[in-house]
C-alpha cells in the first residue's frame, strides 16, 4: 500500500474517533434519554473503538515507514495519543455506567472533558506538522 493510501486512512480513522469522543463527552454532560445513550454505546462499540483501533495501526505502521522512532516529538505524540486512548475509556465506561444506573451522577471532571480533547488533539497536530524537535 502507498504512504499517501494510509496516511488518508490514518487520518479518516482520527476524525471518526474524536468525532465520537466529542459526541460522547457532550452527551454524557447532559441529562438524555435512554435511547440515545444506547444509540450511542453502539455507535462506541461499531464505529469509535475501530476507528481508534485502526488510528493506532496505521500511526504506528507510518512512523515506522518514516522512521520516527526515536525522534521527540513523536514520543511526545505517542505519549498524547495514550492518554486519548485513556480518555476514550473513561468516556467509554461512563457511558456503560449511565446505562446501567440510569443515573445522570457526572464527576466533575467530565465537564472538562472536551476541553482536553480538544487541547490534546491541537496539540498532537501542532507536533506532527511543526515536528519541532
Given at each position: 500500500?502507498?504512504?499517501?493510501?494510509?496516511?488518508?486512512?490514518?487520518?479518516?480513522?482520527?476524525?471518526?474517533?474524536?468525532?465520537?469522543?466529542?459526541?460522547?463527552?457532550?452527551?454524557?454532560?447532559?441529562?438524555?434519554?435512554?435511547?440515545?445513550?444506547?444509540?450511542?454505546?453502539?455507535?462506541?462499540?461499531?464505529?469509535?473503538?475501530?476507528?481508534?483501533?485502526?488510528?493506532?495501526?496505521?500511526?504506528?505502521?507510518?512512523?515506522?515507514?518514516?522512521?520516527?522512532?526515536?525522534?521527540?516529538?513523536?514520543?511526545?505524540?505517542?505519549?498524547?495519543?495514550?492518554?486519548?486512548?485513556?480518555?476514550?475509556?473513561?468516556?467509554?465506561?461512563?457511558?456503560?455506567?449511565?446505562?446501567?444506573?440510569?443515573?445522570?451522577?457526572?464527576?466533575?471532571?467530565?465537564?472538562?472533558?472536551?476541553?482536553?480533547?480538544?487541547?490534546?488533539?491541537?496539540?498532537?497536530v501542532v507536533l506532527v506538522v511543526v515536528k519541532p524537535f
Open positions: 500500500m502507498s504512504y499517501l493510501l494510509i496516511k488518508s486512512l490514518h487520518i479518516c480513522a482520527i476524525i471518526l474517533w474524536i468525532a465520537g469522543m466529542v459526541l460522547q463527552a457532550a452527551t454524557l454532560q447532559f441529562s438524555v434519554e435512554r435511547r440515545l445513550l444506547e444509540s450511542l454505546r453502539r455507535w462506541d462499540r461499531r464505529v469509535t473503538a475501530p476507528a481508534m483501533l485502526v488510528a493506532w495501526i496505521t500511526g504506528l505502521f507510518l512512523a515506522n515507514l518514516g522512521d520516527w522512532f526515536g525522534n521527540g516529538w513523536l514520543m511526545i505524540k505517542l505519549t498524547f495519543v495514550i492518554c486519548l486512548a485513556a480518555l476514550h475509556g473513561l468516556l467509554a465506561g461512563r457511558l456503560r455506567r449511565r446505562l446501567e444506573s440510569g443515573v445522570a451522577n457526572n464527576p466533575p471532571l467530565l465537564s472538562v472533558t472536551l476541553a482536553g480533547l480538544f487541547g490534546l488533539t491541537a496539540s498532537i
